[in-house]
């Protein structure tokens, strides 16, 4: 499966329709995901997975008030990107095993 961290600014339609189906409440303290990336800085985030990918949604307070303002009003949301643009947000230095 192949893994993917995305960051608030690379969100797709896509990813946070996901976020906001499994989290239509908001995400707790058991769903956050904590790890170190290659550069040893430490990541929260929360998961959500498609048929062949896991992204890893990194955590912010600009996260939580766009899944807000999506659901709220999923007709005019501007600030994503096209499902095009996935492999702009593949971190090459994440490792498949993690």
Known sequence: MKRVIVDYSKLTEDILNM???KFP???G???IITF???QGETI??????????MYLVKISL??????ED???DEDNFDDVHDTEDLDDIVDE?????M
Do not use: F, Q
């Open 29 to 31: 303290y058991k769903d």
């Open 36 to 38: 170190k990336n290659a």
């Open 19 to 21: 976020l906001v189906e």
């Open 44 to 53: 929260r985030a929360v998961e959500v997975s498609t048929e062949d990918t």
């Open 93 to 97: 230095d994440s490792d498949d095993d």
């Open 62 to 67: 600009k996260l939580e008030e766009t899944m």
């Open 70 to 72: 999506y659901d709220a």
């Open 25 to 27: 409440n908001g995400y």
